[in-house]
Protein backbone atom coordinates (compact mmCIF):
# COMPACT_ATOMS: atom_id res chain seq x y z
CA UNK A 1 0.00 0.00 0.00
CA UNK A 2 2.98 2.18 1.03
CA UNK A 3 4.76 2.34 -2.37
CA UNK A 4 1.23 2.82 -4.65
CA UNK A 5 1.53 6.15 -3.27
CA UNK A 6 -1.18 9.18 -2.88
CA UNK A 7 -2.28 8.59 -5.73
CA UNK A 8 -3.97 5.04 -5.03
CA UNK A 9 -4.55 5.56 -1.58
CA UNK A 10 -7.66 7.02 -0.24
CA UNK A 11 -6.87 10.29 1.60
CA UNK A 12 -3.30 9.68 2.23
CA UNK A 13 -2.44 13.14 1.01
CA UNK A 14 -4.20 14.42 3.96
CA UNK A 15 -1.61 13.36 6.42
CA UNK A 16 1.44 15.44 7.19
CA UNK A 17 4.52 15.22 8.87
CA UNK A 18 2.67 16.28 12.14
CA UNK A 19 0.27 14.63 11.28
CA UNK A 20 0.76 11.45 10.03
CA UNK A 21 -1.51 8.55 8.42
CA UNK A 22 -1.52 6.48 11.58
CA UNK A 23 -2.51 9.06 13.67
CA UNK A 24 -5.12 10.60 11.37
CA UNK A 25 -6.98 6.62 11.09
CA UNK A 26 -6.35 6.36 15.17
CA UNK A 27 -8.38 9.89 15.43
CA UNK A 28 -10.77 8.57 12.80
CA UNK A 29 -12.11 5.76 15.46
CA UNK A 30 -14.52 7.59 16.46
CA UNK A 31 -16.89 8.09 13.61
CA UNK A 32 -16.11 4.12 13.28
CA UNK A 33 -17.86 4.09 17.09
CA UNK A 34 -20.82 6.65 15.46
CA UNK A 35 -21.35 4.24 12.48
CA UNK A 36 -22.34 1.66 14.69
CA UNK A 37 -24.66 3.56 16.81
CA UNK A 38 -26.49 4.95 13.79
CA UNK A 39 -26.84 1.32 11.69
CA UNK A 40 -28.20 0.23 15.85
CA UNK A 41 -30.62 3.28 15.83
CA UNK A 42 -31.78 3.65 12.19
CA UNK A 43 -31.26 -0.26 11.14
CA UNK A 44 -31.77 -2.86 13.34
CA UNK A 45 -33.87 -1.65 16.27
CA UNK A 46 -36.69 -0.14 14.15
CA UNK A 47 -37.06 -2.93 12.22
CA UNK A 48 -36.98 -5.29 15.36
CA UNK A 49 -39.49 -2.92 17.07
CA UNK A 50 -41.77 -2.97 14.17
CA UNK A 51 -42.02 -6.40 12.83
CA UNK A 52 -40.81 -8.36 15.93
CA UNK A 53 -42.09 -6.50 19.06
CA UNK A 54 -45.35 -5.45 17.40
CA UNK A 55 -44.43 -1.91 18.53
CA UNK A 56 -46.42 0.80 16.36
CA UNK A 57 -44.33 2.57 13.79
CA UNK A 58 -45.33 5.97 14.56
CA UNK A 59 -43.77 5.50 17.80
CA UNK A 60 -40.79 4.19 16.55
CA UNK A 61 -40.43 6.68 14.38
CA UNK A 62 -40.50 9.19 17.37
CA UNK A 63 -37.70 7.10 19.19
CA UNK A 64 -35.77 6.59 16.10
CA UNK A 65 -36.16 11.08 15.81
CA UNK A 66 -35.14 11.78 19.83
CA UNK A 67 -31.75 11.71 19.49
CA UNK A 68 -31.79 14.14 17.31
CA UNK A 69 -33.02 16.70 19.50
CA UNK A 70 -29.16 17.55 20.72
CA UNK A 71 -29.05 18.51 16.58
CA UNK A 72 -29.58 21.83 16.89
CA UNK A 73 -27.13 22.01 19.68
CA UNK A 74 -24.39 20.65 17.28
CA UNK A 75 -22.81 24.85 16.82
CA UNK A 76 -23.18 25.55 19.97
CA UNK A 77 -21.12 22.48 21.23
CA UNK A 78 -18.81 23.03 18.71
CA UNK A 79 -18.69 27.04 20.01
CA UNK A 80 -18.34 25.80 23.73
CA UNK A 81 -15.57 23.47 23.21
CA UNK A 82 -13.55 26.49 21.48
CA UNK A 83 -13.60 28.29 24.35
CA UNK A 84 -13.47 25.78 27.01
CA UNK A 85 -11.08 25.84 29.92
CA UNK A 86 -9.43 22.81 31.44
CA UNK A 87 -7.46 22.42 34.17
CA UNK A 88 -5.59 20.02 32.54
CA UNK A 89 -5.16 21.93 29.82
CA UNK A 90 -7.77 20.20 27.33
CA UNK A 91 -10.01 22.11 25.52
CA UNK A 92 -11.98 19.19 23.11
CA UNK A 93 -10.83 15.94 25.31
CA UNK A 94 -13.61 16.66 28.30
CA UNK A 95 -16.03 17.13 25.58
CA UNK A 96 -15.14 13.82 24.07
CA UNK A 97 -14.88 11.72 26.97
CA UNK A 98 -18.50 13.02 28.41
CA UNK A 99 -19.97 12.32 25.01
CA UNK A 100 -18.41 8.60 25.26
CA UNK A 101 -20.34 8.08 28.83
CA UNK A 102 -23.27 9.69 27.62
CA UNK A 103 -23.26 7.31 24.28
CA UNK A 104 -22.36 4.22 26.65
CA UNK A 105 -25.15 5.04 28.97
CA UNK A 106 -27.86 5.08 26.87
CA UNK A 107 -26.59 1.49 25.24
CA UNK A 108 -26.22 -0.03 28.73
CA UNK A 109 -30.11 0.97 28.96
CA UNK A 110 -31.45 -0.10 25.84
CA UNK A 111 -31.13 -4.09 26.18
CA UNK A 112 -33.38 -3.64 29.19
CA UNK A 113 -36.12 -1.48 27.94
CA UNK A 114 -36.33 -4.20 25.06
CA UNK A 115 -36.96 -6.77 27.49
CA UNK A 116 -39.63 -5.01 28.87
CA UNK A 117 -40.96 -4.35 25.26
CA UNK A 118 -40.70 -7.89 24.53
CA UNK A 119 -42.60 -9.23 27.43
CA UNK A 120 -40.61 -12.15 28.46
CA UNK A 121 -40.66 -13.58 31.66
CA UNK A 122 -41.10 -11.37 34.62
CA UNK A 123 -40.96 -8.03 32.26
CA UNK A 124 -44.44 -9.69 30.97
CA UNK A 125 -45.74 -8.17 34.21
CA UNK A 126 -44.57 -4.75 33.79
CA UNK A 127 -46.63 -2.10 31.93
CA UNK A 128 -46.06 -1.38 28.64
CA UNK A 129 -45.20 2.28 29.19
CA UNK A 130 -42.05 1.40 31.36
CA UNK A 131 -40.42 -0.18 27.86
CA UNK A 132 -41.29 2.48 25.73
CA UNK A 133 -40.38 5.13 28.34
CA UNK A 134 -36.80 2.94 29.00
CA UNK A 135 -36.32 2.73 24.66
CA UNK A 136 -36.67 6.38 24.80
CA UNK A 137 -34.41 7.45 27.09
CA UNK A 138 -31.77 5.11 25.98
CA UNK A 139 -32.32 7.04 22.40
CA UNK A 140 -32.23 10.09 23.93
CA UNK A 141 -28.81 9.50 25.46
CA UNK A 142 -26.95 7.56 22.70
CA UNK A 143 -28.28 10.66 19.94
CA UNK A 144 -26.46 13.13 22.99
CA UNK A 145 -23.48 11.65 23.04
CA UNK A 146 -23.20 11.08 19.32
CA UNK A 147 -23.80 14.61 18.67
CA UNK A 148 -21.01 15.81 21.41
CA UNK A 149 -18.54 13.45 19.89
CA UNK A 150 -18.98 14.26 16.82
CA UNK A 151 -19.15 17.38 16.40
CA UNK A 152 -16.26 17.59 18.81
CA UNK A 153 -13.78 15.30 17.09
CA UNK A 154 -14.17 17.06 13.88
CA UNK A 155 -13.20 20.20 15.43
CA UNK A 156 -9.59 18.57 17.29
CA UNK A 157 -9.03 16.94 13.92
CA UNK A 158 -9.83 20.50 12.12
CA UNK A 159 -6.88 21.75 15.22
CA UNK A 160 -4.38 18.97 14.30
CA UNK A 161 -4.90 19.08 10.68
CA UNK A 162 -2.82 22.32 8.98
CA UNK A 163 -5.45 24.65 6.37
CA UNK A 164 -4.76 23.22 3.38
CA UNK A 165 -5.25 19.72 4.43
CA UNK A 166 -8.55 20.36 6.36
CA UNK A 167 -11.12 19.61 3.39
CA UNK A 168 -9.23 16.29 2.66
CA UNK A 169 -9.34 15.44 6.81
CA UNK A 170 -12.91 16.08 6.65
CA UNK A 171 -13.30 13.92 4.01
CA UNK A 172 -11.78 10.77 5.67
CA UNK A 173 -13.93 11.30 9.15
CA UNK A 174 -17.01 10.91 7.25
CA UNK A 175 -15.43 8.21 4.76
CA UNK A 176 -14.34 6.64 7.87
CA UNK A 177 -18.62 6.66 9.48
CA UNK A 178 -19.34 5.02 6.05
CA UNK A 179 -17.33 2.23 6.38
CA UNK A 180 -17.77 1.89 10.53
CA UNK A 181 -21.62 1.85 9.42
CA UNK A 182 -20.82 -0.89 6.59
CA UNK A 183 -18.57 -2.66 8.78
CA UNK A 184 -21.52 -2.68 11.58
CA UNK A 185 -24.07 -3.49 9.19
CA UNK A 186 -22.79 -6.23 7.70
CA UNK A 187 -21.24 -8.11 11.35
CA UNK A 188 -24.68 -7.38 12.63
CA UNK A 189 -26.53 -8.58 10.19
CA UNK A 190 -24.08 -12.13 10.71
CA UNK A 191 -25.00 -12.19 14.47
CA UNK A 192 -28.08 -11.76 14.35
CA UNK A 193 -29.01 -14.48 11.31
CA UNK A 194 -30.37 -16.91 14.01
CA UNK A 195 -32.30 -13.89 15.44
CA UNK A 196 -33.51 -14.17 19.40
CA UNK A 197 -33.96 -11.46 21.87
CA UNK A 198 -30.84 -12.61 23.81
CA UNK A 199 -28.98 -12.58 20.91
CA UNK A 200 -29.56 -8.78 20.17
CA UNK A 201 -29.50 -7.59 23.64
CA UNK A 202 -25.57 -9.50 23.58
CA UNK A 203 -24.92 -7.37 20.41
CA UNK A 204 -25.95 -4.06 22.12
CA UNK A 205 -23.80 -4.84 24.96
CA UNK A 206 -21.16 -5.80 23.01
CA UNK A 207 -21.78 -2.09 21.14
CA UNK A 208 -21.42 -0.57 24.17
CA UNK A 209 -17.94 -2.41 24.87
CA UNK A 210 -16.45 -1.35 21.46
CA UNK A 211 -17.33 2.22 22.00
CA UNK A 212 -15.35 3.03 24.88
CA UNK A 213 -12.33 1.38 23.51
CA UNK A 214 -12.50 2.56 20.21
CA UNK A 215 -13.27 6.27 21.78
CA UNK A 216 -10.75 5.84 24.22
CA UNK A 217 -8.22 4.91 21.63
CA UNK A 218 -9.28 7.39 19.13
CA UNK A 219 -7.99 10.49 21.94
CA UNK A 220 -5.65 9.10 23.20
CA UNK A 221 -2.46 11.50 23.32
CA UNK A 222 -4.43 13.27 19.99
CA UNK A 223 -4.74 17.01 22.09
CA UNK A 224 -1.69 18.69 23.40
CA UNK A 225 -1.95 19.90 26.81
CA UNK A 226 -1.55 23.75 27.51
CA UNK A 227 -0.99 25.49 30.80
CA UNK A 228 -3.64 27.50 31.99
CA UNK A 229 -2.62 30.72 29.98
CA UNK A 230 -2.16 29.33 26.96
CA UNK A 231 -5.33 27.49 27.23
CA UNK A 232 -6.88 31.24 27.55
CA UNK A 233 -5.09 32.79 24.54
CA UNK A 234 -6.06 30.28 22.17
CA UNK A 235 -9.46 29.73 23.31
CA UNK A 236 -11.05 31.16 20.41
CA UNK A 237 -9.14 31.99 17.34
CA UNK A 238 -10.16 33.99 15.61
CA UNK A 239 -13.06 35.66 17.53
CA UNK A 240 -12.05 35.68 20.76
CA UNK A 241 -14.56 38.38 22.19
CA UNK A 242 -17.56 37.68 19.57
CA UNK A 243 -20.16 35.40 21.72
CA UNK A 244 -21.78 32.44 19.71
CA UNK A 245 -25.13 35.26 18.99
CA UNK A 246 -23.06 37.55 17.17
CA UNK A 247 -21.04 35.07 15.27
CA UNK A 248 -24.16 33.29 14.16
CA UNK A 249 -26.29 37.07 13.07
CA UNK A 250 -23.15 37.02 11.14
CA UNK A 251 -22.90 33.90 9.32
CA UNK A 252 -26.99 33.81 8.79
CA UNK A 253 -27.05 37.42 6.97
CA UNK A 254 -24.16 36.37 4.55
CA UNK A 255 -25.42 35.97 1.16
CA UNK A 256 -28.29 33.19 0.30
CA UNK A 257 -27.35 31.62 3.44
CA UNK A 258 -31.07 30.83 3.98
CA UNK A 259 -31.90 29.27 1.06
CA UNK A 260 -28.99 27.13 1.20
CA UNK A 261 -30.11 25.99 4.97
CA UNK A 262 -33.69 25.80 3.43
CA UNK A 263 -32.25 23.15 0.71
CA UNK A 264 -30.58 21.39 2.93
CA UNK A 265 -33.45 20.98 5.12
CA UNK A 266 -35.73 19.78 2.28
CA UNK A 267 -32.88 17.10 0.30
CA UNK A 268 -32.50 15.99 4.34
CA UNK A 269 -35.96 15.46 4.75
CA UNK A 270 -36.62 13.45 1.32
CA UNK A 271 -34.24 11.19 1.33
CA UNK A 272 -34.47 10.61 5.58
CA UNK A 273 -37.92 9.89 5.59
CA UNK A 274 -37.59 6.62 4.85
CA UNK A 275 -34.86 5.58 6.97
CA UNK A 276 -37.13 4.26 9.23
CA UNK A 277 -39.43 2.12 7.03
CA UNK A 278 -36.70 0.42 4.62
CA UNK A 279 -36.01 -2.66 6.65
CA UNK A 280 -39.69 -2.90 8.17
CA UNK A 281 -41.01 -2.77 4.33
CA UNK A 282 -38.14 -5.29 3.69
CA UNK A 283 -39.45 -7.51 6.23
CA UNK A 284 -43.06 -6.89 6.36
CA UNK A 285 -43.85 -6.31 2.39
CA UNK A 286 -41.17 -8.41 0.78
CA UNK A 287 -40.55 -11.33 3.48
CA UNK A 288 -36.87 -11.04 4.50
CA UNK A 289 -34.66 -12.11 7.34
CA UNK A 290 -33.73 -9.86 10.39
CA UNK A 291 -30.20 -10.18 8.89
CA UNK A 292 -31.26 -9.67 5.26
CA UNK A 293 -32.81 -6.11 6.11
CA UNK A 294 -29.58 -5.37 8.08
CA UNK A 295 -27.90 -5.73 5.40
CA UNK A 296 -29.67 -3.05 3.79
CA UNK A 297 -28.09 -0.50 5.46
CA UNK A 298 -24.82 -1.53 4.58
CA UNK A 299 -25.71 -1.17 0.75
CA UNK A 300 -27.06 2.46 1.84
CA UNK A 301 -23.73 3.19 3.39
CA UNK A 302 -21.75 1.54 0.35
CA UNK A 303 -24.05 4.08 -2.25
CA UNK A 304 -23.15 7.11 0.34
CA UNK A 305 -19.68 6.01 0.51
CA UNK A 306 -19.42 6.10 -3.47
CA UNK A 307 -21.56 8.96 -4.21
CA UNK A 308 -19.21 10.65 -1.61
CA UNK A 309 -16.00 9.62 -3.64
CA UNK A 310 -17.44 10.65 -6.81
CA UNK A 311 -18.58 14.42 -5.76
CA UNK A 312 -15.48 14.84 -3.80
CA UNK A 313 -13.00 13.93 -6.92
CA UNK A 314 -15.67 16.31 -9.10
CA UNK A 315 -15.70 19.16 -7.02
CA UNK A 316 -11.82 19.11 -6.24
CA UNK A 317 -11.71 19.92 -10.11
CA UNK A 318 -14.03 23.07 -9.75
CA UNK A 319 -17.46 21.86 -10.04
CA UNK A 320 -20.92 23.83 -9.14
CA UNK A 321 -21.26 22.32 -5.46
CA UNK A 322 -25.21 23.09 -6.02
CA UNK A 323 -25.04 21.33 -9.32
CA UNK A 324 -23.78 18.38 -7.99
CA UNK A 325 -26.22 18.46 -4.96
CA UNK A 326 -29.31 18.91 -7.43
CA UNK A 327 -27.65 15.74 -9.30
CA UNK A 328 -28.20 14.14 -6.32
CA UNK A 329 -31.52 15.36 -5.83
CA UNK A 330 -32.51 13.69 -9.34
CA UNK A 331 -30.73 9.82 -8.92
CA UNK A 332 -33.24 10.28 -5.73
CA UNK A 333 -36.39 10.18 -8.17
CA UNK A 334 -35.55 6.72 -9.78
CA UNK A 335 -34.55 5.07 -6.93
CA UNK A 336 -37.65 5.48 -4.96
CA UNK A 337 -39.60 4.45 -7.78
CA UNK A 338 -37.55 1.24 -7.73
CA UNK A 339 -38.15 0.85 -3.40
CA UNK A 340 -42.35 1.38 -4.32
CA UNK A 341 -42.64 -1.07 -7.53
CA UNK A 342 -40.51 -3.61 -5.48
CA UNK A 343 -43.54 -4.86 -3.91
CA UNK A 344 -44.92 -5.26 -7.08
CA UNK A 345 -42.12 -8.09 -8.47
CA UNK A 346 -41.54 -11.46 -7.22
CA UNK A 347 -39.10 -13.69 -5.61
CA UNK A 348 -34.98 -12.67 -6.20
CA UNK A 349 -36.44 -9.84 -8.59
CA UNK A 350 -38.17 -7.58 -5.87
CA UNK A 351 -35.36 -8.40 -3.59
CA UNK A 352 -33.24 -7.03 -6.04
CA UNK A 353 -34.79 -3.86 -6.88
CA UNK A 354 -35.48 -2.98 -3.45
CA UNK A 355 -30.90 -3.80 -3.13
CA UNK A 356 -30.74 -1.38 -5.69
CA UNK A 357 -32.95 1.45 -4.92
CA UNK A 358 -31.95 1.31 -1.27
CA UNK A 359 -28.22 1.88 -2.53
CA UNK A 360 -29.29 4.88 -4.86
CA UNK A 361 -30.88 6.52 -1.75
CA UNK A 362 -27.03 6.04 -0.53
CA UNK A 363 -25.82 7.37 -3.08
CA UNK A 364 -27.70 10.48 -4.20
CA UNK A 365 -27.50 11.29 -0.43
CA UNK A 366 -24.13 11.19 -0.75
CA UNK A 367 -23.82 13.46 -3.78
CA UNK A 368 -26.13 15.45 -2.22
CA UNK A 369 -24.72 15.61 1.07
CA UNK A 370 -21.08 16.50 -0.26
CA UNK A 371 -22.54 18.92 -2.30
CA UNK A 372 -24.21 21.35 -0.05
CA UNK A 373 -21.75 20.83 2.49
CA UNK A 374 -18.82 22.69 0.26
CA UNK A 375 -21.57 24.72 -1.32
CA UNK A 376 -22.08 26.08 2.63
CA UNK A 377 -18.21 25.82 3.26
CA UNK A 378 -16.96 28.45 0.26
CA UNK A 379 -19.50 30.66 1.47
CA UNK A 380 -18.66 30.63 5.18
CA UNK A 381 -17.21 34.00 6.48
CA UNK A 382 -13.71 34.63 7.29
CA UNK A 383 -13.25 32.45 10.61
CA UNK A 384 -16.60 30.87 10.82
CA UNK A 385 -15.93 27.84 8.77
CA UNK A 386 -16.48 25.53 12.21
CA UNK A 387 -19.55 27.76 12.78
CA UNK A 388 -20.69 27.08 9.40
CA UNK A 389 -19.79 23.26 9.49
CA UNK A 390 -21.79 23.03 12.78
CA UNK A 391 -24.85 25.03 10.82
CA UNK A 392 -24.63 22.54 8.24
CA UNK A 393 -25.28 19.95 10.33
CA UNK A 394 -27.22 21.00 12.85
CA UNK A 395 -29.87 21.28 10.03
CA UNK A 396 -29.41 18.47 8.15
CA UNK A 397 -29.67 16.70 11.68
CA UNK A 398 -32.97 18.02 12.59
CA UNK A 399 -34.43 18.15 9.14
CA UNK A 400 -33.50 14.33 9.57
CA UNK A 401 -34.99 13.56 12.93
CA UNK A 402 -38.48 15.52 11.48
CA UNK A 403 -38.84 13.40 8.57
CA UNK A 404 -38.16 10.11 10.81
CA UNK A 405 -40.50 10.71 13.22
CA UNK A 406 -43.10 12.12 10.37
CA UNK A 407 -42.51 9.16 8.24
CA UNK A 408 -43.50 6.41 11.25
CA UNK A 409 -46.42 8.71 11.76
CA UNK A 410 -47.54 8.98 8.29
CA UNK A 411 -47.14 5.15 7.75
CA UNK A 412 -49.31 4.54 10.53
CA UNK A 413 -52.39 6.86 9.83
CA UNK A 414 -52.32 5.91 5.99
CA UNK A 415 -52.40 2.14 7.30
CA UNK A 416 -55.02 2.88 9.59
CA UNK A 417 -57.39 4.43 8.04
CA UNK A 418 -57.17 3.06 4.43
CA UNK A 419 -56.39 -0.83 4.68
CA UNK A 420 -58.48 -1.64 2.12
CA UNK A 421 -55.09 -0.30 0.16
CA UNK A 422 -52.93 -3.17 1.64
CA UNK A 423 -49.91 -3.01 4.10
CA UNK A 424 -47.95 -1.67 1.04
CA UNK A 425 -49.94 1.33 1.11
CA UNK A 426 -48.79 3.07 4.16
CA UNK A 427 -45.33 2.20 2.73
CA UNK A 428 -45.31 3.89 -0.24
CA UNK A 429 -47.32 7.25 0.49
CA UNK A 430 -44.18 8.09 2.70
CA UNK A 431 -41.86 7.29 -0.42
CA UNK A 432 -44.40 9.39 -3.21
CA UNK A 433 -44.20 12.26 -0.33
CA UNK A 434 -40.21 11.72 -0.53
CA UNK A 435 -40.78 12.56 -4.18
CA UNK A 436 -42.37 15.41 -3.80
CA UNK A 437 -39.38 16.89 -1.40
CA UNK A 438 -37.00 15.81 -4.11
CA UNK A 439 -38.68 18.18 -6.57
CA UNK A 440 -38.87 21.06 -4.06
CA UNK A 441 -35.14 20.51 -3.43
CA UNK A 442 -34.59 21.25 -7.24
CA UNK A 443 -36.45 23.86 -7.26
CA UNK A 444 -35.15 25.48 -3.77
CA UNK A 445 -31.43 25.28 -5.40
CA UNK A 446 -32.59 26.27 -8.86
CA UNK A 447 -31.66 30.05 -7.90
CA UNK A 448 -28.65 29.77 -6.74
CA UNK A 449 -27.42 27.43 -9.82
CA UNK A 450 -28.25 29.86 -11.99
CA UNK A 451 -26.29 32.92 -10.13
CA UNK A 452 -23.42 30.85 -9.73
CA UNK A 453 -23.74 30.31 -13.62
CA UNK A 454 -24.08 34.11 -14.32
CA UNK A 455 -21.05 34.71 -11.95
CA UNK A 456 -18.79 32.39 -14.42
CA UNK A 457 -20.25 34.10 -17.27
CA UNK A 458 -19.45 37.48 -15.96
CA UNK A 459 -15.83 36.65 -15.51
CA UNK A 460 -15.51 34.79 -18.33
CA UNK A 461 -16.44 38.13 -20.31
CA UNK A 462 -14.61 40.36 -17.93
CA UNK A 463 -11.66 38.21 -18.80
CA UNK A 464 -12.49 38.50 -22.60
Known amino acids: WAS?????????????????????????????????SLVLLVGTLNRVMIVELNVPA????????????????????????????????????????????????????????????????????????????????????????????????????????????????????????????????IIFGMLLADFSPGRLIQVIQGSAVVTIVLNGIAVWKQEARRSSGATQ???????PSASFRESWDVFI??????????????????????????????GQILSMSVGDTTKLTAALAIGGLLGFGLASRVLSRGADPFRMASFGSMVGIPAFLAVIFAAELQGTASVLAFGCGTALIGFGAGLFGHGTLTATMNAAPKDQAGLALGAWGAVQASAAGVAIALGGILRDLVTAFAPQFGPAAGYNFVYCLELLLLLATLVTMVPLIRRRDTLLMQGHLTRS
Open 58 to 185: SIVGVMVSIPLIFAPFRALIGFKSDVHKSVLGWRRVPFLYKGTLVQFGGLAILPFALLVLSGGGEAGHAPVWIGQFGAALAFLLIGAGVHTTQTVGLALATDLASPESRPKVVGLMYTMLMFGMIASA
Open 253 to 282: QGKDATRRLIAVGFGTMAFSMADVLLEPYG
Open 4 to 36: LGSRFLPFADAATPDLPLSRLLRLSLFQVAVGM
Open 233 to 239: ATAHPGA
